[in-house]
């Protein structure tokens, strides 16, 4: 081949590599940047992987930023809060309901119900 045709090349690889570096570093791919479409798909497949008692209060406003909607109450030593992520689209008025969520429960900080019955949980206790 031609020196050319090499050279360009590899240049080509250097300017894609550090494009791809620059991407990574800088790049914010947090929920709270995402368009609204996007930031469902991804709470709705987030949410259908979390398994009961290991997932915690922490580790949801990292994966899945702040919450839509959200309810706390302590009863004796027990904390509660639900937590609502939008999952699915309703009715484009600009605001999120609950019925547009789904809910997550958590007991001291620990996961304990996902759904509809978390939030019924959540007001029986």
Not at 8 to 17: D, K, P
Not at 53 to 79: M, N, R, V
Request: proline share 2%.
């Amino acid at each position: 081949m031609n020196k050319k045709v090499i050279a360009r090349i590899l240049m080509a690889l250097c300017a894609y590599g550090i494009f791809v570096a620059l991407v990574i570093t800088f790049y914010d791919d947090s929920p709270s940047n995402m368009k609204w479409e996007d930031r469902e798909i991804y709470n709705r497949q987030f949410i259908a992987k979390l398994k009961i008692d290991q997932f915690t209060f922490e580790q949801a406003l990292e994966k899945l930023g702040s919450p839509d909607l959200t309810e706390a109450k302590k009863i004796d030593t027990q904390y509660y809060q639900v937590m609502f992520y939008r999952t699915q689209h309703m009715k484009s008025d600009g605001i999120t309901t609950q019925d547009e969520c789904t809910a997550l429960l958590f007991k001291n900080g620990m996961l304990t119900a996902i759904g509809n019955t978390a939030y019924q949980q959540f007001l029986n206790h």
